[in-house]
C-alpha cells in the first residue's frame, strides 16, 4: 500500500505558537479608539447631510426667483412698446439672467465645497488622531 503523503491542512498550530509570543493587548482602549472613529465617521455624514440640504434649500430659492423673474418679463412683453424699447428690455433681461446664473452656480459650488471640505476636515483630524492612538498603544505595550 502507498504511503499517504502529508496534506496542507496536517499540520500542528500549537506547535508553530509555542514560540510565538503574544502580548495581550488593552482591548478597552482599542475600542474606545473604534468608537470615536464611528463617531468621528457619524459627524462627517452628518456634515455632508446638511451640506446636501443646504445646496437643495438653495436650488430651490433659485428656481422660485426664476419662475418669477420670468412671469415679470412676460408682463412686461404683454406691455405695448416700441420695437427698440422692446429689443433694449430683451437685451437687458439676458444680461440680467447670464449675470444670476454664474452667481448662483459660483454659489451653489461654494456651498457643496463647504460641506465637502467640512466633512473630509473631520475625517482627516479623526485618522491622524486614530493613528496618534494606536502609535501610542504600541509604545505601551512595547515597554511592558
Known sequence: ???ARPSFFDFDVTKIMTDFRFRPFDVEALMACQRRN???LSQANQLAV?????VARRQIEIARQALEDVSTLFRELAQPVSAEDRIAKNTE????MLDKTVT????ITELAAKAGTEAT????RRASESL????DMAK???VR
Do not use: N, T
Open 104 to 107: 448662483h452656480g459660483r454659489e
Open 93 to 96: 433681461y439676458a444680461k440680467q
Open 132 to 135: 496618534d492612538e494606536l502609535r
Open 38 to 40: 464611528i463617531e468621528a
Open 121 to 124: 476636515d473631520v475625517l482627516r
Open 1 to 3: 500500500m502507498a504511503e
Open 50 to 54: 446638511e451640506g446636501v440640504q443646504a
Open 140 to 142: 505601551q505595550h512595547a
